[in-house]
C-alpha cells in the first residue's frame, strides 16, 4: 500500500518505520530537518514537502504536535494551501496526533465534502510502544473506514478500540491521559514519601506494584531514577512523552469538562502542577519528572 506520512517526531517516526518495514510504501516529511535525516538513514523514503507525499497515496497518516498544526496541514488559511484541496477523493486520513475532538470534527468534515474519509486515531504507549509496534490506538469515525484502516494500524500497534464517531477517538484520548497525568503524581508522591524515610526506591515499587497501589507507572514507566533502565528516569528524563506535552492534553481535559460541566478536581489539580514544572524550565523533559517536585533535595 503507498502512504503518505506527516509528522517523523518521537511518536512518529518508529511508526513511520515499522510501516516501512512491514513492506508498505511511504513518503515521508516533517518539518524539522533533523528529524527527515534520522529517518532517511533507516532507509525511509522522505519528501521534500508534506504535499510531495501525496503521489499516488491510498493512505494519509499524521502525527502532529496540536491542534493548531493539524489545522495548518488540513484545512490551511491565512494564505496557507490546504492539504485536503491536494488529496485526491477515495484516500483514507488516518490523524493520530492528539488534539481537541471539535478540530478532529472540522476535519472530517473538510474530508466529506472532498470525498475522503477521516478518521482519529489517536494513541497510547508511549515511544516504546511506538518502536515494539504494540500501542493502543482509539478511533473516532466511521466503523466501515476502521476496517479501511486497520492492516496498517495492526502494523503500529496490537489494540485497536472503536470509541464512537469523529472525534470520540480524541475525547477517549484526553480522558486517558488525564488519569495517566494523575497516576504519575500520586506515584511519585508516594515513591518520594518512602525514599524520604530511607526506602529502597526498587523495593518499594515491587511492593506497591504487586499490591493495591499497581498501576502503569508502576509496571512500565517508574518516575524514579534507577528503578527501571529502560524508563526515562534512568536517561536523564530525556525523550520519552515531554511535560509540555502531558501540560497540552491536560488543558484539552479542562477545556472539554468545561464544554460539558463535567468535574475534573484532580484533572484540574494535575495541570497546575505540570504547569509550575514547565514553567521551573522542566518543559522538554519526559513528563515523569514531575517526581523533582515532591522530592526532598
Avoid at 209 to 217: L, T
Avoid at 222 to 249: E, I, R
Avoid at 267 to 273: F, I, K, Y
Wanted: charge should be neutral.
Amino acid at each position: 500500500m503507498k502512504i503518505s506520512f506527516i509528522g517523523l517526531g518521537h511518536m512518529g517516526g518508529p511508526m513511520a518505520l515499522n510501516l516501512h518495514r512491514a513492506g508498505h510504501a511511504l513518503g515521508a516529511f516533517d518539518l524539522s530537518a533533523e528529524a527527515c535525516g534520522k529517518l532517511a538513514a533507516e532507509g525511509l523514503p522522505v519528501a521534500a514537502s508534506a504535499a510531495d507525499t501525496l503521489d499516488g497515496a491510498e493512505v494519509v497518516i499524521s502525527m502532529l504536535p496540536a491542534s493548531a498544526h493539524v489545522e495548518a496541514l488540513y484545512l490551511g488559511g491565512e494564505g496557507r494551501p490546504s492539504l485536503m484541496e491536494r488529496i485526491q477523493p477515495g484516500t483514507l486520513v488516518i490523524d493520530s496526533s492528539t488534539i481537541a475532538a471539535a478540530t478532529s470534527r472540522r476535519v472530517a468534515e473538510a474530508g466529506a465534502r472532498r470525498g475522503v474519509a477521516v478518521i482519529d486515531a489517536p494513541v497510547s504507549g508511549g515511544t516504546g510502544g511506538a518502536v515494539a509496534g504494540t500501542l493502543t490506538f482509539m478511533v473516532g469515525g466511521a466503523a466501515a473506514d476502521l476496517e479501511r484502516a486497520r492492516p496498517v494500524l495492526e502494523k503500529m500497534g496490537s489494540n485497536i478500540f472503536h470509541a464512537g464517531g469523529p472525534g470520540a477517538g480524541q475525547t477517549a484520548k484526553i480522558c486517558n491521559n488525564m488519569l495517566l497525568g494523575i497516576l504519575m503524581i500520586g506515584t511519585s508522591e508516594a515513591l518520594a514519601l518512602g525514599v524520604a524515610n530511607g526506602l529502597d526506591p526498587k523495593v518499594l515499587s515491587e511492593i506497591m506494584r504487586r499490591s493495591s497501589g499497581g498501576n502503569w507507572a508502576l509496571e512500565k514507566y517508574n518516575p524514579m531514577p534507577g528503578v527501571m533502565d529502560a524508563a526515562p528516569a534512568s536517561k536523564g528524563y530525556a525523550g520519552g512523552f515531554g511535560t509540555d506535552l502531558m501540560l497540552k492534553d491536560l488543558g484539552l481535559a479542562q477545556e472539554s469538562a468545561i464544554a460539558v460541566r463535567a468535574a475534573t478536581p484532580l484533572g484540574g489539580l494535575a495541570r497546575s502542577l505540570y504547569a509550575a514544572h514547565s514553567l521551573a524550565g522542566h518543559g522538554a523533559l519526559d513528563f515523569s519528572s514531575v517526581i523533582r517536585m515532591l522530592r526532598k533535595a
